[in-house]
């Protein structure tokens, strides 16, 4: 029966009314793509449900509606009879591109085939074109998105390959390719196919594909690339190691790796110690820090040490995020202070401080005590008592884990290390302190947590330097033993009374000066012309003399010994700590880690301890994982919030690239080198931990997964600027970093080198949880607990060229690595001499900490970073005294606002 059209409209405001109130779709700008052609040969599919005179009143109605839009039919398509005859339903001919929207608004019409009038069709039919697909509109978001799902499934049949990153406006379009021959089943009814035959509604209720445009002459887009494959027995290993690996020379090399175990040893136990060597014999265990390991051992050995039961993953050391590039010339280029002097750079900064007014007053912050962490101060010992206060030392923790007991080599590099100028900044500003020179490695995270614990006076327990008195009880053993032989042998060539000759003195001399064994020397031509007794006479004095030398190392390495325990001892009384590294991948940022936990838990009250922000400005974004319409790709915002310009999905994030002058480009150049870390929290069942399981190993959350893609065409003038290609992706599950009773902080990487400049984005894909019980728990649906989950995506360089911010959806929260998430840590800000923040100073909450306010101040720099601000800060708090049981009671006596700029109060010094 046909409705009438008054009944019609109603029905179809209705719809539409409908669609509105539960759609709350913001509409996003179409990305650009090239100008349509003025024709298209067009291919229309339809159905007239009526007979005789009826179908002929419908057919002239179709008829004229058509050349109400200009279509003009093929001579050769017109066959008699077609308008009586039911089974004809199809038409051809052209059309002009402006009116193609147009065509499905002819209730007869159920589905139209365009292709570009003049586009050159492929000779091998097999070959994949370029197409996109309007689907049936007008549902519920829920049932569109199911809709567009189940048309992918029967499209797959046909050999479609689906476009990734494309605008799908709203589940209403796909994008992607197919062979040419296939391209005429578009024209059908796709519930036909054997795909779509059992397929529930709404596509069984409904005629799918309404528009398709083939554009043969138009490149296709990549498809979906498919998910790569963990080669057996590295699924516990981490990208950069299984990458190791891949190079049997470096694999080979005994390598500094990291260990996550699945739980925290107690204080004092051991029991991890012999797990580890038992798994792997020779193994080096350097340091812990909390459930991280530190070792040394080949990449090889890596599978065995991660199929241990209480290992969680193996990977290489995670770094610090790296600082602002700093120029070695006086007067680097595109500075706002280039062409100033060292003095007249620094005056603004003094005077805005109040710094310069103190030290007019005889204020130079002597007698105290302050320490600068960082991990390289090369060049320091040329500038003491140059620069540097005449009594500055080093405290260098990587002597403790070389067998010598000397410390590692600085890095090469021209001019001043990094901490070297922060420690000139400082004595900038008070020339008269004690100044401690603290070197930690930042691939040993460990070395700050011993750190931090000889200052504030606590017992430092340290593997390294258990393994260094267990090497030195060793070797001393050894040399009694030495000792006690040549005793026994000297007896026995003194009673053999031998005649010293020139002769001897010169073998032993050839053996003094080149080093040579016993062995060596009884190789030698002189000393097999000596007699019998005279060659034992030698030896022994070859013996007595390496000896001699091995026993004045071993005390001089025994010395260096005593002198590092003491040093360690010194650092109790240190009262300003400023701190430069920071990390933001590898470790709970949340508060949580091991390391912040030790500042926060036992309040660490021995010393105002100022860290870096980091200059992470716009590097981050957090927020809860949304996935509002169900295809597995997480929206950065949510689906009512108006869109960035010209971004059309929710589920992209733009990149820039910000130079180290602070120019913003919206391509990255080739060559860079990024990592992406994307850090997520799950709320879990704590009755598990209180019976000893461990069913959280592997998170709750599945498929997650960082993809970097490319677009291919920005400006649209060769394609759609929608194309995408997918240049990246993650593969791991994803590592347990942290886990306490009630919840687990999980990661995944993604390291990448930009081959190509253009513009990319990231996505994430996967499902967070429905539950806070592992799967296959006997829980009735009922009682089942669910829980939101935090994401923390970060970016950083790996390397100082520049950095990447993301371009459209940026938080502020999330910036802070570890350990300046830390509540008492004292997080320092960048500011100008404007008191303007500096804009690549982090701020912002910690991640999953919305109600922390950091940074806690704001301090001057001169455009160096945050970690310059941090020693500015230091160095005027060392200018008054410091008074207070706290750091937050240290700073309010400073008069300090939270977040504001620090700077010293107006009046007398000792108030």
């Not at 950083?796 to 959806?809: E, I, K, M, Q, T």
């Amino acid at each position: 029966m046909r409705l009438p059209r008054f009944h019609l409209c109603v029905t179809g405001y209705l719809v539409l009314l409908f669609t509105l109130l539960l759609y709350p779709f913001v509409k996003a700008a179409e990305p650009a793509a090239p100008p349509p052609p003025a024709t298209y040969d067009v291919q229309i599919s339809y159905r007239i449900n009526a007979f005789r005179n009826e179908r002929l009143l419908q057919y002239d109605e179709m008829m004229r509606y058509l050349r109400k839009m200009g279509f003009q039919r093929n001579p050769q398509d017109v066959t008699e009879g077609e308008a009586e005859d039911v089974a004809h339903t199809r038409l051809s001919g052209a059309i002009p591109g402006r009116r193609i929207r147009e065509l499905l608004n002819e209730r007869h019409i159920h589905s139209v085939l365009l292709i570009p009038h003049g586009a050159k069709i492929p000779e091998d039919k097999a070959t994949r074109v370029r197409v996109e697909i309007g689907l049936f509109d007008g549902l519920t978001p829920e049932g569109q998105q199911r809709l567009h799902q189940q048309t992918l499934e029967v499209l797959a049949g046909l050999s479609f390959f689906e476009a990734v990153g494309y605008d799908h406006r709203g589940h209403t379009r796909l994008v992607g390719s197919m062979p040419f021959q296939n391209v005429q089943a578009l024209l059908t009814d796709l519930r036909q196919q054997p795909a779509g035959q059992k397929l529930p509604g709404p596509f069984k209720d409904v005629w799918a594909v309404r528009a398709s445009i083939v554009s043969p002459d138009m490149p296709p887009p990549p498809p979906r690339p498919p998910q790569p494959k963990v080669p057996k027995e590295q699924e516990k290993l981490s990208p950069d190691l299984r990458e190791v690996l891949t190079d049997a020379t470096a694999a080979a090399k005994p390598t500094r790796l990291e260990v996550v175990l699945a739980s925290v040893p107690d204080v004092g136990d051991k029991g991890f110690l012999r797990l580890l060597h038992g798994a792997v014999p020779g193994l080096i265990v350097e340091g812990r820090l909390g459930p991280l390991v530190t070792v040394i051992a080949n990449p090889t050995q890596a599978p065995t040490l991660a199929a241990m039961p209480d290992v969680i993953g193996v990977r290489l050391p995670r770094l610090p995020q790296p600082g602002r590039p700093v120029s070695d010339q006086p007067n680097p280029p595109g500075r706002t202070d280039a062409g100033l002097t060292e003095n007249t750079r620094w005056q603004p900064l003094l005077d805005a401080s109040g710094a310069a007014r103190l030290q007019a007053l005889g204020r130079t912050g002597r007698g105290t005590r302050l320490a600068v962490v960082d991990s390289d101060f090369r060049g320091w010992e040329a500038l003491v008592g140059k620069g540097l206060p005449a009594d500055t030392r080093l405290v260098d923790f990587t002597a403790e884990r070389n067998v010598h007991l000397r410390p590692d080599p600085f890095p090469p590099g021209n001019g001043p290390g990094p901490g070297t100028r922060r420690a000139l900044t400082i004595a900038r500003l008070a020339p008269e302190i004690r100044l401690t020179l603290i070197r930690i490695d930042p691939a040993s995270p460990y070395m700050l947590e011993a750190a931090a614990r000889a200052i504030n006076g606590d017992e430092v327990s340290s593997i390294n330097l258990d393994n260094r008195l267990t090497e030195i009880q060793a070797d001393r053993d050894a040399l009694d033993q030495r000792r006690d032989s040549l005793a026994r042998e000297r007896r026995q060539v003194l009673n053999a009374f031998p005649t010293p000759e020139e002769s001897h003195q010169r073998l032993l001399q050839q053996a003094e000066e080149q080093g040579l064994t016993p062995e060596q020397v009884e190789k030698l031509p002189a000393f097999q012309r000596l007699p019998e007794r005279d060659r034992a006479f030698v030896l022994y004095r070859v013996r007595q003399r390496t000896y001699d030398r091995d026993a004045r190392a071993f005390q001089q390495r025994l010395t260096r010994y005593l002198q590092y325990k003491q040093a360690l001892l010194s650092l109790r009384g240190i009262r300003v700590v400023a701190s430069t590294l920071s990390w933001h991948d590898g470790f709970p940022v949340d508060g949580t880690s091991a390391l912040s936990r030790y500042f926060d838990d036992r309040p660490f009250r021995a010393a105002l301890w100022f860290q870096a922000a980091g200059d992470t400005h716009s590097q981050s974004w957090t927020g809860l994982f949304r996935d509002a319409d169900g295809n597995g790709i997480m929206e950065f915002s949510e689906l009512h919030q108006p869109l960035p310009p010209d971004l059309w999905s929710p589920e992209l994030n733009f990149l820039s690239w910000q130079t180290p002058l602070g120019q913003t480009m919206p391509d990255l150049p080739s060559g860079v080198r990024l990592r992406f870390s994307l850090q997520w929290r799950e709320a879990h069942d704590p009755l598990y931990a209180q019976t000893g399981e461990d069913p959280y190993r592997q998170p709750l959350a599945r498929h997650m997964r960082i993809y970097l893609l490319r677009q291919l065409d920005p400006t649209g003038r060769r394609q759609p600027a929608d194309d995408m290609e997918v240049v990246a992706q993650s593969v791991d599950a994803g590592m347990r970093l942290n886990a306490t009773p009630s919840s687990a902080t999980y990661e995944i990487t993604l390291d990448v080198q930009i081959k190509q400049a253009g513009r990319y984005a990231v996505r994430i894909g996967g499902t967070a949880p429905d539950s806070i019980y592992p799967p296959g728990d006997p829980t009735l649906p009922f009682m089942r607990k669910h829980s939101e989950m935090p994401v923390r995506l970060f970016m950083s360089p790996l390397d100082v060229s520049g950095r990447a911010v993301f371009h459209d959806y940026v938080t502020a929260a999330g910036s802070l690595g570890m350990p300046a998430d830390a509540r008492t840590a004292i997080t320092v800000g960048a500011v100008n001499s404007d008191n303007r923040r500096q804009p690549y100073s982090a701020s912002g909450a910690p991640f999953g900490l919305d109600l922390l306010s950091k940074p806690d101040i704001l301090s001057y720099d001169r455009e160096e970073g945050t970690a310059e601000s941090t020693a500015f800060a230091a160095g005027l708090a060392a200018l008054v005294p410091l008074t207070g049981r706290t750091p937050t009671a240290c700073l309010q006596n400073l008069h300090v606002l939270p977040g504001g700029v620090f700077r010293l109060p107006e009046g007398p010094p000792n108030r």
